[in-house]
């Protein structure tokens, strides 16, 4: 018997694409943000929030992915923007390839700003990266506070928390601070986000966000070409 | 709920080496999967025997070690093991620590029957 050492990532040629995806972002100047919850925490609705709010003629496009039905796309297509809608067919998260295709086969707009809304789930996504700029997590009031606890990886690796649906505060018994103390003992310094898509709470911090991002990303196109 | 298409990928690539080496039969893979992965190791072995048993690779064993999650204390430059979600460096008490590993999902290593390394016929494909 022999022993062959192969040191190998399993999902190798998952992260291969991703680099490319990554690369070819940095190059052309977009910010891709990758968005991952629970099902219903509310990903579309925040979405649909950040696309009215965007200035006219803004250059943004949107990727969401469901396991079945167009409806999430029919729902962001109203806001004038380009979108697209990848069914996974069964398939509990998108994966690189799935977005390499996806921009191959559709040629929006140029657009400087890519969401990527993933499949519902806190498990799955967290293992495949997408080539995005940054993952974002949502999680909403109506769930538990113990969630980065129970589902560690999605929150060590995505930069920023959304806490969402926070005009339900006074109606569930969620400990606001114990869940963002649970997310920064999991990964510390993590950036958090309280909104109300309903009264629009947070909104404005959770664009100030992504336009901080946009501003750092010539940084990150000079640490990748280097 | 993702694992069987991890288990997929884990033959894949442990197929791919073990064509490499004319000959030799594939016996082991030695995966490491780290607490922070977001993949169940129950659930990806019950994927693995499914897929082996399938693609008829049988006796196929797999191997996994699990990895905790590791911390680096950048103050007193000590690296530890987390237990209980508690990052706080063990040795100096600071709340500041780095991540370090934990996160790993990588096949380490391949046992293979009738190969010898360097061997002819274990030229790269």
Same mark, same amino acid.
């Given at each position: ?10 999902? /190798? ?126 999680? /909403? ?54 909104? /109300? ?30 | ?60 064993? #797999? ?23 508690? #990052? ?38």
């Amino acid at each position: 018997m022999s022993q062959v050492p192969l040191e190998r990532k399993v999902l /190798s040629e998952n992260d291969r694409i991703a680099a490319g995806l990554r690369s070819r972002f940095a190059a052309q100047g977009v910010l891709c943000l990758n968005l991952i919850s629970s099902p219903g925490s509310g990903k579309t609705t925040l979405l649909e929030r950040t696309l009215e709010a965007l200035p006219a003629g803004a250059r943004v496009a949107v990727l969401t992915g469901d396991i079945q039905t167009e409806n999430d796309a029919d729902r962001l297509r109203r806001f004038g923007y380009p979108v697209r809608q990848i069914t996974t067919g069964g398939t509990c998260h998108l994966d690189a390839r799935m977005i390499e295709r996806a921009l191959a086969e559709w040629r929006p707009e140029p657009f400087d700003l890519l969401f990527i809304e993933n499949v519902g789930n806190l498990v799955c996504p967290a293992s495949y990266d997408l080539g995005e700029t940054a993952k974002v997590v949502v999680l /909403s009031v109506t769930e538990g506070e113990d969630k980065p606890l129970k589902y560690p990886a999605i929150f060590l690796k995505s930069q920023l928390l959304v806490l969402s649906k926070i005009d339900l505060l006074p109606y569930v018994p969620f400990d606001i601070s114990a869940a963002e103390d649970n997310a920064r003992r999991i990964h510390p310094g993590m950036g958090v986000v309280r909104l /109300s898509c309903l009264t629009g709470a947070g909104l404005n911090t959770w664009l100030e966000w992504i336009e901080e991002r946009r501003r750092a990303l010539p940084a990150v196109r000079a640490e990748l070409v280097t | 709920m993702h694992e069987l298409g991890i288990a997929t990928a884990v033959l894949q690539e442990a197929r791919q080496e073990a064509q490499r080496h004319a000959g030799a039969r594939l016996r082991k893979i030695r995966l490491r999967v780290g607490e922070l992965s977001g993949v169940n190791a129950e659930a990806l072995r019950f994927g693995f025997e499914v897929l082996a048993r399938e693609s008829e690779m049988e006796p196929l064993e #797999l191997e996994i070690e699990n990895c905790p999650r590791r911390q680096r204390c950048p103050a007193c430059e000590l690296t530890f093991t987390v237990a209980n979600y508690d #990052l706080t460096c063990p040795g100096c008490g600071s709340a500041q620590t780095e991540f370090v590993s934990g996160d790993e999902l990588e096949v380490a290593s391949l046992e293979m029957e009738d190969y010898e390394p360097g061997a002819a016929g274990a030229q790269g494909s």
